[in-house]
C-alpha cells in the first residue's frame, strides 16, 4: 500500500498540513546520525521528543496521549532542530538555541531540567551537585530518574550528569551513547581502557582552563 | 468499550490509499489529487472533536464525499442551485449519535451516512466496505428497528 502511494502527494499533505499549523507534534526520523537513528518531535511551543532507537508505534501513542492526537510526520518544522544536530554532531555548536517543551513533565522533573540545560558544553555535574541546586542534597536518585525521562536528551544534557566518582553510571540510550555524546563534548579527553577489577572508574575531566588543567571530577 | 482515537499519522497511513482510489473513481485522476489533500486537511481540523476511533474510515469516506458534491456545485452555473451554508464535519453525526445509539454497528453507519450526510447506497457501501445492496438493507433494518422502538 505504501508503495503505490505517491510520494509528492503525500509530501505535499504533509508540507500543507505543518503550513497550515494544524499538528499538535510533527515528527521525522533521523535515520543515522553518528549515535544511530533518532525520532525528534516538535510542538507548537518547541522540541518536544528526542528519541534514540525508535519504535514510532510506541512513540506516536505517546506523544498523542501527551500533546493531542494530532501526530504527523513531516519534515519542515524541524528543520531548524536537524540543523543544529547536524552542527553539534559535526562539532560545530555547543549550544543549543532551539526551544524546548518540557510542560508536560511534572514541576520538579521541570526545576531538575532547568537546572541541567545549563551545563555547559565540555563540562559535567553530577546527581548529587543537581540535586543540592534543586533544592534537596539527598535526591541524587530521584535526579537520576529525572535524567532517565529526560524527552529531549542530547539538547538538554543529561549526558553531562556523572556518578560522584567519575563513573558514567548509567544512560537512556545506553553507556555507550553517553560516552561518545561526552567525548564530542571533549568532556572525556581520551580513551581509557575499562579496568579489569569491578569499579570502572572512567576519567572524566572538566575542560577548563583551555582543557589543560585536567583533574578527576567528582 | 471504545477504541481510542490514533495518533493521526497512524490513521492517514491507514486509509490514504483506499481514499485516493475512492476521489480517483469519482473526478478523475488529476482533481483526485486535490479533492485529496482538502480531504485530510478537513479530517486534520476536526479530529480533536473525535470522541473515539470507530467508523474512521466511514467518516474520512464521507468527508471526501462531500469534498466531491462541494467541487459539483462550484461547477454548477451561478443560481441553479441554491448555495448551502458550510456544514461542520461532526455535526450530521453528532445529532444523529444519540437517537442512533442502540443500532447494530452497521445499521448505525448506514443510518448515519445516509440520513445525517444524505450518501448514495453506493456510497454507503464503498465506506462500510460493503455493497449497495447491503448498505441500503443495513439502514431500512435500522430505521425499522429505530421506528419500534419509538413505540
Known sequence: ?218 | MTTAVPPFETFYETHRAEVLRFLGRRVGRQQAEDAFQETFLRALRAYPRLEHGEYLRAWVLTIASRIVLDDVRKRRPQGELPELPVEDELAAFEQLAPLTDGLPPNQRAAVVLRYGYDLGYDEIGDALGSTEAAARQAASAGVRRLRKEQQ
Open chain 1, 1 to 218: 500500500m505504501t508503495k503505490t502511494f505517491s510520494p509528492a502527494l503525500d509530501e505535499r499533505f504533509r508540507a500543507a498540513a505543518a503550513a497550515e499549523g494544524l499538528l499538535d507534534v510533527a515528527y521525522d526520523i533521523l535515520p543515522d546520525t553518528p549515535i544511530g537513528a533518532l525520532l525528534v518531535g516538535v510542538s507548537n511551543h518547541g522540541l518536544c521528543r528526542l528519541s534514540f532507537d525508535p519504535e514510532p508505534e510506541r512513540e506516536l501513542e505517546e506523544l498523542a496521549r501527551l500533546f493531542g492526537s494530532r501526530v504527523l510526520r513531516a519534515s519542515r518544522p524541524l528543520d531548524r532542530v536537524r540543523l543544529e544536530l547536524d552542527e553539534y554532531f559535526a562539532g560545530r555548536r555547543h549550544h543549543f538555541d532551539v526551544e524546548t517543551d518540557v510542560r508536560t513533565q511534572p514541576a520538579y522533573n521541570r526545576r531538575v531540567l532547568a537546572e541541567l540545560s545549563r551545563v555547559e558544553y565540555g563540562h559535567t555535574t553530577t546527581y548529587g551537585a543537581l540535586a543540592a541546586q534543586t533544592g534537596n542534597p539527598r535526591a541524587a536518585r530521584a535526579v537520576g530518574t529525572v535524567m532517565n525521562r529526560n524527552p529531549v536528551p542530547i539538547v538538554l544534557p543529561c549526558h553531562r550528569v556523572v556518578g560522584a566518582n567519575g563513573s558514567l553510571t548509567g544512560y537512556g540510550g545506553g553507556l555507550d551513547r553517553k560516552e561518545h555524546l561526552l567525548r564530542l563534548d571533549g568532556a572525556i579527553l581520551s580513551a581509557v581502557a575499562k579496568p579489569a577489577v569491578s569499579r570502572p572508574i572512567w576519567v572524566v575531566l572538566r575542560r577548563e582552563a583551555g582543557g589543560k588543567a585536567a583533574g578527576l571530577f567528582g
